[in-house]
């Protein structure tokens, strides 16, 4: 039974520049959210996918879009990179009926130079 | 909004000693989730309490929900080396919601 799969695992980009993240649910799982962890710092809500759309957000700006596809994988993309938006990326997926803890995937760092 | 609050932000303990993080909230807590995220790893879920007063217990770890909902605490006995890592509790109101973390207690054991 996979868990979460996400990709890349790491990533280097530019100032400006468009990143894409990638991520598989768990298998059973419907909804997909996604977090930002600095450094030292907890889990940061950016949003949640069920059923291709966007159910919650955080406080991010628009700078952060996401879809869900039909199998329930997921995306991020975060356009006009700041150096700021270092940080790992975690997707985590659940059941959307029940409440039983997420499954994370192994995140994606992200290095905005 | 809704903030989950954790003290000591750092813990180092000698192996074999006990360690205690706390989870606070100033607003009542509706289902409570510890993760553990080892360096370099991601979280990984633990528990989940839902009742008032509720303990649980896995091996050497012993979870607590306070009477009041609006604390939590992990305590570990015996610490491992195995134990290293940092201690993330959460709060999630509905299964409809999203997961709040809190900050995290980050625990280093000295062999």
């Known amino acids: 039974d996979a868990g979460v799969t996400q990709s890349p695992t790491h990533l280097i980009k530019t100032r400006g520049q468009q990143v894409t993240l990638r991520c598989s649910p768990k298998s059973g799982h419907d909804t997909v959210s996604w977090y930002q962890q600095a450094l030292g710092q907890g889990p940061q809500f950016i949003f949640q996918y069920y059923e291709e759309e966007e159910r919650q957000r955080g406080n991010f700006p628009d700078r952060f879009s996401g879809h869900q596809f039909p199998n329930y994988s997921s995306e991020l993309n975060v356009n006009a990179l700041l150096l700021g938006d270092s940080a790992l990326y975690l997707c985590?997926?659940?059941?959307?009926?029940?409440?039983?803890?997420?499954?994370f995937g192994s995140g994606t760092r992200l290095t905005v130079v | 909004g809704q903030q989950v609050m954790q003290i000591p932000q750092y813990q180092h303990v000698q192996e074999g000693e006990d360690f205690t993080t706390y989870c606070n909230s100033s607003t009542t807590l509706s289902n409570i989730q510890w993760y553990k995220q080892r360096p370099g790893g991601h979280p990984v879920f633990l528990i989940q309490l839902v009742k008032s007063g509720e303990v649980k217990k896995q091996k050497r770890l012993t979870f607590q929900f306070g009477e009041a909902k609006k604390n939590s605490s992990l305590h570990i006995t015996a610490t491992q080396t195995t134990d290293v890592g940092t201690y993330f509790c959460a709060d999630q109101k509905t299964s409809y919601d999203k997961v709040i973390f809190g900050p995290g207690t980050s625990l280093s054991v000295i062999p």
């Open positions: 985590a997926s659940s059941l959307l009926v029940a409440i039983r803890g997420y499954t």
